[in-house]
């Protein structure tokens, strides 16, 4: 006898199973970038189903299902009216009373499946086709369309869709626990993978959005000092950039584009919160005193310099000491300095 599925595509080959790695799957290469950028080498991990990508969106026929209610009114109309005119020719034995009862029955049946095959597809919206599990086409025109009675008709939305991830407590690349949330824009590209891929679509994007932002947090720092190196609040449109190109190779089995992600929240846990703003703190007033020192010392130079070029007074190196240490004190200090007058000096050279 000839095989049934001697139409079918030819089986790929068996290759040897490899430790626990499932068949279909790519490991993500967790391997970082020398330059100490904190970004990972490889590119993100696409999700691919075992089976192999086998089920594509493909369009469905089917005409306009105006004229199929249409026809369904005038045999319905006409149903009832032989079946009442039949009955009562049966009762009188009239041979042609039972031709038209029968007839009338027909069109009833023939009604009843035209008013099966109209299915109606709002705006945003696509039916997928199934006939007996197998998968027919996808209607996405939108208004009333006739398709074969027997189709089961499933809906999907087409529209653009938001996903907010719950506020996750991961650790950063230094280990630091630290809150993050970010927010999917995404929307149904193939309908056929949506349906035939992926159990749950929905579920399934929502739980890959949360698992990217995971990996994210994971592989950068909150923030860094050094400049070179990328930290998810100083490099907000890579960090971006980044999420949304590891939430699409995600998502790409379930047939799903993602328009964008962005994240919407992030900050230290509450148990270190405060140490690491007392820090920021601290980084922020060593910023602060170093320009301030840098901006006194160029005054006290340039001040030096103004007095001995106009020779308004001759400075020994003591009077040079005393001079510099003195506007180092008031320039660098945090409350006003109060001015003092010295007659000391005065009263020795009248002495």
């Known amino acids: 006898m000839p095989n049934p599925n001697s139409g079918s595509a030819p089986a790929a080959p068996q290759t040897p199973n490899q430790g626990s790695r499932r068949p279909g799957a790519q490991r993500p290469n967790t391997s970082q970038d020398p330059s100490g950028s904190g970004r990972p080498n490889s590119s993100p991990t696409r999700i691919v189903s075992p089976d192999g990508e086998r089920v594509r969106e493909k369009p469905a026929g089917g005409i306009s299902g105006y004229f199929a209610i249409i026809g369904a009114i005038v045999l319905l109309?006409?149903?009832?009216?032989?079946?009442?005119?039949?009955?009562?020719?049966?009762?009188?034995?009239?041979?042609?009373?039972?031709?038209?009862?029968?007839?009338?029955?027909?069109?009833?049946?023939?009604?009843?499946?035209?008013?099966?095959?109209?299915?109606?597809?709002?705006?945003?919206?696509?039916?997928?086709?199934?006939?007996?599990g197998r998968y027919v086409g996808t209607v996405r025109q939108s208004g009333l369309r006739f398709v074969n009675p027997f189709f089961t008709k499933d809906q999907i939305s087409t529209r653009i869709r938001n996903h907010e991830t719950s506020t996750l407590k991961v650790n950063d690349l230094d280990g630091n626990p630290i809150e993050i949330g970010a927010v999917v824009v995404w929307q149904v590209r193939d309908t056929a993978q949506a349906m035939f891929e992926v159990d749950d679509f929905e579920e399934f994007v929502a739980i890959q959005a949360e698992t990217a932002v995971r990996h994210i947090a994971n592989s950068y720092a909150y923030?860094?000092?050094?400049?070179?190196?990328?930290?998810?609040?100083?490099?907000?449109?890579?960090?971006?950039?980044?999420?949304?190109?590891?939430?699409?190779?995600?998502?790409?089995?379930?047939?799903?584009?993602?328009?964008?992600?962005?994240?919407?929240?992030?900050?230290?846990?509450p148990e270190i919160a405060r140490a690491m703003l007392q820090r920021q703190q601290a980084t922020?007033?060593?910023?602060?005193?170093?320009?301030?020192?840098?901006?006194?010392?160029?005054?006290?130079?340039?001040?030096?310099?103004?007095?001995?070029?106009?020779?308004?007074?001759?400075?020994?190196?003591?009077?040079?000491?005393?001079?510099?240490?003195?506007?180092?004190?008031?320039?660098c200090g945090d409350q006003a300095a109060q001015p003092t007058i010295s007659t000391t000096r005065n009263q020795q050279s009248a002495g």
Not at 100 to 126: D, E, N, Q, R, Y
Not at 236 to 249: K, M, N
Not at 286 to 311: C, D, F, H, P, W
């Open 77 to 132: 109309l006409a149903a009832v009216l032989m079946g009442i005119i039949g009955f009562v020719m049966s009762f009188a034995q009239v041979a042609v009373g039972v031709v038209l009862f029968i007839i009338a029955v027909l069109c009833f049946i023939a009604s009843m499946f035209l008013f099966k095959g109209c299915t109606s597809v709002a705006p945003g919206h696509a039916v997928v086709l199934q006939l007996y």
């Open 223 to 269: 923030d860094s000092s050094d400049p070179r190196r990328m930290s998810l609040r100083d490099n907000a449109d890579e960090i971006t950039s980044r999420l949304s190109d590891e939430v699409a190779a995600r998502v790409m089995a379930a047939g799903v584009t993602v328009i964008e992600s962005r994240i919407t929240q992030l900050a230290y846990a």
């Open 284 to 331: 922020a007033v060593v910023a602060a005193r170093q320009l301030i020192v840098e901006g006194a010392v160029g005054m006290v130079e340039s001040a030096i310099e103004e007095i001995e070029g106009r020779q308004i007074v001759k400075l020994g190196q003591s009077e040079r000491s005393d001079l510099v240490s003195n506007l180092m004190i008031v320039l």
